[in-house]
C-alpha cells in the first residue's frame, strides 16, 4: 500500500496494489498521524484500488482493524474508489461500525472522490 498525505486538501490516499501487510498499517498510521495531530484529524481519506488486494496474513487483517478502530473518528469521510464490488458492500455496512461518511466511486472517478472527501458536494 502506498499511503500519502495532500496537504493542500488535508486528505490521505492509501493506492493498494497488493495485498496488505501489518507494515502497510504501521506505515500508513506514520504517515498520516502527524496530521491528525496537526490538524485535529483529516478531512478525508481516499482508498483507491482497481480491485481488493486481500491481506497476507490474518495478522495483518487483525493491523488492518486495529488501524481502522483507531483513526476512524478522526477521519470525516472515506471515499472508496474502485470498481470491486466491495466498494457497494463498504459503503452500506461502514456507516455502522465508524464515525466517518463512506461513499463508493467507480475507479474512474477518483478526482471526484478526491474532491467529495476534502468537502465537496457529490
Same mark, same amino acid.
Given at each position: 500500500?502506498?499511503?500519502e498525505?495532500?496537504?493542500?486538501?488535508?486528505l490521505? *490516499?492509501?493506492?493498494?496494489?497488493?495485498?496488505?501487510?501489518?507494515?502497510?498499517?504501521?506505515?500508513?498510521?506514520?504517515?498520516i498521524?502527524?496530521?491528525?495531530?496537526e490538524?485535529?484529524g483529516?478531512?478525508?481519506? *481516499?482508498? *483507491?484500488a482497481?480491485?481488493?488486494?486481500?491481506?497476507?496474513?490474518?495478522?495483518?487483517? *487483525?493491523?488492518?482493524?486495529?488501524f481502522?478502530?483507531?483513526h476512524?473518528r478522526?477521519?470525516?469521510?472515506v471515499?472508496?474508489?474502485?470498481?470491486?464490488?466491495?466498494?457497494?458492500?463498504?459503503?452500506?455496512?461502514?456507516?455502522?461500525?465508524?464515525?466517518?461518511?463512506?461513499k463508493h466511486?467507480?475507479?474512474?472517478?477518483?478526482?471526484?472522490?478526491?474532491?467529495?472527501?476534502?468537502?465537496?458536494?457529490?
Open positions: 500500500m502506498k499511503a498525505y495532500d496537504g493542500k486538501r488535508n490521505a *490516499v492509501f493506492t493498494l496494489n497488493e495485498a496488505l501487510s501489518r507494515e502497510d498499517f504501521e506505515r500508513a498510521a506514520a504517515t498521524d502527524p496530521h491528525i495531530e490538524h485535529s483529516l478531512a478525508g481519506l *481516499v482508498i *483507491v482497481e480491485s481488493f488486494p486481500g491481506w497476507e496474513s490474518l495478522g495483518a487483517f *487483525v493491523a488492518h482493524m486495529r481502522v478502530h483507531s476512524h478522526q477521519v470525516a469521510r471515499a472508496m474508489v474502485t470498481d470491486s464490488a466491495l466498494g457497494d458492500v463498504a459503503e452500506k455496512v461502514a456507516g455502522h461500525f465508524v464515525s466517518a461518511q463512506v466511486f467507480q475507479y474512474d472517478d477518483k478526482e471526484a472522490a478526491l474532491e467529495w472527501a476534502a468537502g465537496g458536494q457529490g
